[in-house]
């Protein structure tokens, strides 16, 4: 969500700081800004409302020189994107960022202002920087006055603090958003992602729940949330793995389409054997604690959501496990009864995602007999916080709509059926399958990805369309979801699925020669079902777009679009069917002109509630 960049070092920071909000911005912002300390008194700040680029052209007329500093990508939550709401926020000499809510603003607001402090903006931060300005003025030290605001805290926070008294000096404190120290040489830094700060170091410490860390020129302390120091682990990060460039492609999303063969096929290395998937797939411990999971449930966000309903088909149709799939929002606030031996599985991306983050803390304290998470990013907070990890192995995902990591998750969860189902249902010979049909994808994925030409000439339909209706069947529907989702993310249509069943219930009134409507139809045991609910719409004067198997008997005629995807085994139609949905909208994106990979008002970590 919002970015945080910091640095002590001893050389000028605003570059450094600027290239680490770049490398931010992906993540979708509406503003910008920095504070460099030079000198005493109020601290020098630019701010920008807009792209990161809007507050470098700034920083070109108003340069920033000082060699202790932090800057912040806004995201509104409290207030519209405006400069007077954009961080830092000030209070005297201190600067602060703030990531997260404070859930008791208006309470500190009301306590400040009677105080004497006076507010200029509308956000929640403000109540932050005037609370450690508070404390400060009684301790006469940065680290103490963080240490007494963040006790009045409710809600989360990624912060970072600097005063133009103490310069060398930075303060930070992370509580539900996270916070990364970049270890430098004579140098060090503070990011809410490490990415932001590839640039100047390869050695990362992740702040846990409740730290305080003060980060000086030669050295970093960490405080846990009881005050004790604390030593975290250093981390460093293999730079070749983690190229966050487009190369040639015009957009990372269109970059990260392709990048799907290369990825899924790095996500089996060392997962697969011939026939089988190998013990280590889902690490040393996985083998005792899944023999006595007797139902699983799931909970995600967003695209993430959409890998869990896939994978409900499977775990239950193949592995025989009962499953429930839930959003994190409404499984965080929703009373029911855990039933024994129930695995929680989390699926994310980023692994900072706010609401699955909850989910699992909750679950901890719920019953459930242990936690698995299905993601990305080997140093989130959901990876470090789970008993069980399967990484995702997709590379940074710098596109806010997700594509490769959705497909890489779809693997990671076949695997995880077959590790599971052989305490189940699963057999030699199924698993057998699984595996051959498994080892086959990489090719497939690169043949389906091979139409691209005619999914970016069948775009040019839905340029002018407002509305667009994805149907699917079974383990289709949510493939279908996904590919609504993929056209509203970046082409602002409105786009609905439903299981194809469905239709007659209600949408068929939607359906007109105005309406497109998406079918993905594999050769599979719904084929012919799914047929005749197409027929209903081709009834009505409907445009039908289908992705069809080869074998699948579809002939073009007027109003019926259809093109042929190569011919797959049933379990990984839903990886492949993936693909040309992705296309689509992505074509359909660029007739319309959008900003493919920041849509508007979305972000890419969505790390608060
Ligand atoms: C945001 C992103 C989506 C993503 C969702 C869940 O909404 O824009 O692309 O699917 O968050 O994120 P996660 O990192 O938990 O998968």
Redesign the pocket.
């Known amino acids: 969500m919002c970015g945080i960049v910091g640095a002590v070092a001893q050389r000028d920071v605003a570059a450094i700081l600027l290239e680490g909000l770049h490398r931010l911005e992906y993540r ?1 912002y509406d503003s910008a800004g920095m504070a460099v300390i030079n000198g005493e008194g109020p601290i020098p700040f630019v701010k920008r409302v807009g792209k990161v680029e809007a507050l470098a052209q700034a920083l070109d007329t108003h340069p920033l020189p000082g060699k202790t500093g932090i800057a912040h990508t806004r995201w509104a939550t409290h207030g519209q994107p405006s400069e007077d709401n954009a961080h830092p926020h000030f209070s005297g000499s201190l600067a602060l960022v703030h990531n997260g809510i404070i859930e008791n603003h208006s309470e500190l607001k009301q306590r400040l202002e009677a105080l004497g402090y006076e507010f200029v903006s509308q956000t929640d931060t403000e109540t932050i920087v005037h609370l450690v300005h508070h404390y400060y003025q009684l301790q006469r030290d940065l680290l103490s006055a963080v240490r007494h605001a963040v006790k009045d805290l409710d809600g989360a926070y990624g912060l970072a603090a600097i005063h133009a008294d103490q310069p060398d000096r930075l303060v930070c404190a992370r509580k539900g958003s996270p916070l990364v120290i970049g270890v430098g040489i004579g140098e060090n830094f503070v990011a809410s992602d490490h990415l932001a700060l590839r640039q100047v170091t390869d050695r990362f410490v992740y702040l846990e729940e409740g730290d305080i860390a003060e980060v000086t020129l030669g050295h970093y302390r960490i405080w846990n949330e009881a005050g004790e120091s604390v030593t975290r682990d250093l981390t460093q990060i293999d730079a070749a793995a983690e190229s966050i460039d487009k190369g040639p492609y015009r957009h990372f999303m269109l970059k990260e389409i392709y990048e799907q063969p290369k990825m899924i096929e790095r996500s089996l290395l060392q997962r697969l054997g011939k026939t089988k998937v190998l013990a280590e797939a889902l690490g040393p411990h996985a083998a005792p604690l899944l023999a006595s999971v007797s139902s699983v449930q799931i909970v ?7 890998a869990g309903m896939i994978a409900k088909y499977w775990i239950e149709g193949i592995a025989g496990v009962p499953c429930r799939v839930e959003v ?1 929002s409404e499984f965080r606030y929703r009373k029911f009864k855990v039933q024994e031996n129930t695995l929680l599985v ?8 706010a ?2 983050l909850a989910a699992l803390r909750l679950a901890k304290t719920l019953g459930y007999s242990a936690s698995l998470t299905i ?3 080997a140093q989130s907070s ?1 990876v470090r916080e789970s008993d069980l990890f399967v990484m995702t192995e997709a590379g940074p ?1 710098i596109g ?3 594509t490769k ?2 497909t890489t ?1 779809l693997v990671a969860l076949l695997l995880f059926t077959v590790a599971l189902g052989r305490h189940h249902d699963i057999d030699e010979a199924t698993e057998a399958n699984i595996v051959k049909a498994l080892h086959g994808l990489p090719r497939l994925l690169s043949e389906t990805l091979d139409l691209d030409a005619d999914i970016r000439a069948m775009s040019k339909a839905f340029a002018e369309k407002h509305h667009a209706l994805f149907l699917g069947r079974g383990v289709q529907w949510p493939v279908a979801m996904e590919g609504a ?1 993929k056209l509203k ?1 970046i082409s602002y249509i409105h786009a609905e699925s439903y299981p194809a069943g469905e239709l007659k219930h209600g949408p068929l009134a939607l359906v007109d020669s105005d309406m497109p409507v998406i079918a993905v139809a594999p050769n599979d045991e719904l084929l012919e079902k799914l047929k005749s609910n197409l027929q209903e719409v081709q009834a009505r004067g409907g445009q039908l777009f289908v992705f069809a198997d080869k074998a699948a008997g579809f002939k073009e005629s007027k109003g019926l679009d259809i093109i042929e995807l190569p011919h797959v085994d049933d379990i990984i139609a839903p990886i492949i069917y993936t693909i040309p949905l992705q296309l689509l909208s992505y074509h359909v994106a660029i007739l319309k002109g959008t900003d493919v990979d920041q ?1 508007r008002n ?5 790390t608060v509630e």
């Open positions: 979708g995600a966000c967003g695209t993430s959501y959409h994190a989390t699926i994310s991306q980023s692994g900072e995602t609401d699955t993601c990305n990013v959901l995902e806010v709509a997700s990591a959705f998750q989702l993310e849509p979305l972000a890419k970590s969505v």
